[in-house]
C-alpha cells in the first residue's frame, strides 16, 4: 500500500489482521498519530510508514513487540523524546527515525543486543553520544545532523562489527580515543572488514594502521577540525570519496593521497591549507570531482590527464595558485597576476553525491545482513520476502 495518496488517520481496520507479517504504507499523505495497538499485531515483523504525516510521540509499546524486526517511521513530523529501552528493545533490528523533530538525549540504551542499523540523522537530538551499552551487532549508526556535543565515547572502540559511522554536522570536539589507534574495529587478528564507512566531526586519529586501508567513504566536513591532515589517509586504497571541506585544518596535501587510486569524489574547500598541490594527484586516474577552492595554495596547478577537466572552480580563493584554468600566467615556480580577477564563488560537493558513491556497497551490506537472519529459521520465506522489499525501497528508506 505504498506509494499511493492515502490521507487521514490509520485505520482501526488493520488491528484485526493479527496474522500480518509485513505493512508498508509508506509514502502517503497518513496524518495523525501512530496507534498504540500495533503491539498487539504479534507475528509483525516489518513495519514501515516512511514518508507520510505522521506527528506525535513514537509510542514505546513498538520497541518492545516480540517479533518485529523492522520499523521505518523515516520523515514525518514526529517530536517528543525517545524512549527509554523497557526489555532491550524485543526483536528490532533495523530502526530508521531520520528527518523527524525528535529531541533530548539519546538514551544509553536505545541500541538493544539485536540493533543492525540505526538512523537518527536529522532531527534535533542534544548530548553526548551515548556509551550505547549492549551493543554487539551494530553495523550501520547514523547521527548526522543533530545538535550532539561532547566527544567520542571510549565504548565505542569495543563497536568490533560497525560498518558505517556518521557523525557529521552536529557540534562534536575533542580528539579520537587513543583505544581506537590499537582498536581491531571488527578486524579480529589476522582479519578483516570488507566494507568499513567512518563519519565523525572531530579530529581524526593519527593512524589506525592496517584497519584504514578498508575505508570506502570518508566525510568530516562542516565542522571545526583543525590541524594537518594525516598522511596515513594515503593509505585509503578502497576510498571512492573524501570530502573534508568547511574545517580549520592546515599544512599540506600529503603526497600520498597519490595512494588512493579508487577516490573520484576529493572535497578540500574551505580550509587553511597551504603550499603546492601534489603533482602526484594527476595519477588518480578514477577522480571526477576535486574542490581545493578558498585555501592558501601557491605554485602551479597540476596539468594533464583528468586535472585538464577541472574548471576555475576547483581552485577559486587561491590567489597564489598560477596555471590553467586560472588567468594568473606561471613564471618558472613564480606567477604573474592578471588584469582582472574572478569573483569568488562558493562551491561545495553535494552530501547526495557522496552518499551515490557507495549505496551499491550498502546496499550489498542490507542484503547480506538481513538474508543471513534468515537461515534456520521457520520464518525463512518470509525473511527473503522482506528483503527482496527492502532491495527496491533501500533509496526511500535511507535517502
Not at 533530548?104 to 538512523?119: A, E, R
Not at 587513543?178 to 582479519?191: E, F, I, K, T, Y
Not at 613564471?331 to 569568488?344: K, R
Request: hydrophobic share 40%; with cysteine.
Amino acid at each position: 500500500m505504498d506509494n499511493n495518496l492515502f490521507t487521514g488517520k490509520i485505520g482501526r481496520g488493520l488491528q484485526s489482521l493479527r496474522s500480518l507479517i509485513m505493512l508498508d504504507i509508506s509514502n502517503n499523505n497518513l496524518s495523525g498519530v501512530i496507534p498504540s495497538w500495533f503491539d498487539q499485531l504479534q507475528d509483525l515483523h516489518s513495519l514501515q510508514i516512511s514518508n507520510n504525516l505522521l506527528e506525535g510521540e513514537v509510542p514505546i509499546s513498538l520497541f518492545n513487540m516480540s517479533s518485529l524486526q523492522l520499523l521505518a517511521l523515516s520523515a514525518n513530523s514526529l517530536s517528543g523524546d525517545l524512549p527509554q529501552a523497557i526489555s532491550g528493545y524485543g526483536a528490532l533490528k533495523v530502526l530508521l527515525l531520520r528527518d523527524n523533530n525528535l529531541s533530548g538525549v539519546i538514551p544509553d540504551t536505545l541500541l538493544g543486543k539485536n540493533i543492525i542499523v540505526l538512523d537518527l540523522r536529522n532531527n534535533r537530538l542534544s548530548g553526548n553520544i551515548p556509551e550505547f551499552i549492549n551493543t554487539q551487532y551494530i553495523r550501520i549508526l547514523l547521527l548526522r545532523g543533530n545538535n550532539l556535543t561532547g566527544s567520542i565515547p571510549r565504548r565505542l572502540c569495543a563497536v568490533r562489527s560497525i560498518h558505517l559511522l556518521d557523525l557529521a554536522n552536529n557540534k562534536l570536539n575533542g580528539s579520537i580515543p587513543s583505544c581506537l589507534r590499537n582498536a581491531s574495529l571488527g578486524l579480529g587478528r589476522g582479519g578483516y572488514i570488507r566494507r568499513l564507512f567512518i563519519i565523525i566531526t572531530f579530529f581524526l586519529w593519527e593512524h589506525l594502521g592496517g584497519n584504514l586501508k578498508l575505508l570506502f567513504g570518508l566525510d568530516l566536513s562542516k565542522n571545526e577540525l583543525s590541524g594537518e591532515i594525516p598522511i596515513e589517509f594515503g593509505d585509503l586504497r578502497k576510498l571512492h570519496a573524501l570530502n573534508l571541506s568547511h574545517n580549520n585544518l592546515s599544512g599540506v596535501i600529503p603526497e600520498s593521497f597519490s595512494g588512493l587510486k579508487n577516490v573520484e569524489s576529493l572535497d578540500l574547500s574551505f580550509n587553511r591549507l597551504q603550499g603546492q598541490i601534489p603533482p602526484q594527484l594527476t595519477e588518480l586516474s578514477n577522480l571526477e570531482v576535486f574542490n581545493v577552492s578558498y585555501n592558501n595554495f601557491s605554485g602551479v596547478i597540476p596539468q594533464g590527464k583528468q586535472f585538464n577537466s577541472f574548471d576555475m572552480r576547483s581552485y577559486i580563493g587561491n590567489p597564489l595558485l598560477c596555471g590553467q584554468p586560472t588567468d594568473i600566467r606561471c613564471i618558472g615556480n613564480t606567477f604573474q597576476e592578471a588584469d582582472y580577477g574572478v569573483e569568488a564563488v562558493e562551491n561545495t560537493i553535494d552530501m547526495v553525491s557522496f552518499y551515490w558513491s557507495f549505496v551499491a556497497a550498502y546496499i550489498t551490506i542490507l542484503l547480506g545482513l538481513l538474508a543471513s537472519l534468515s537461515f534456520d529459521s521457520p520464518w525463512s520465506r518470509v525473511w527473503f520476502y522482506i528483503v527482496d522489499a527492502l532491495v527496491h525501497k533501500v533509496r526511500k528508506l535511507l535517502w
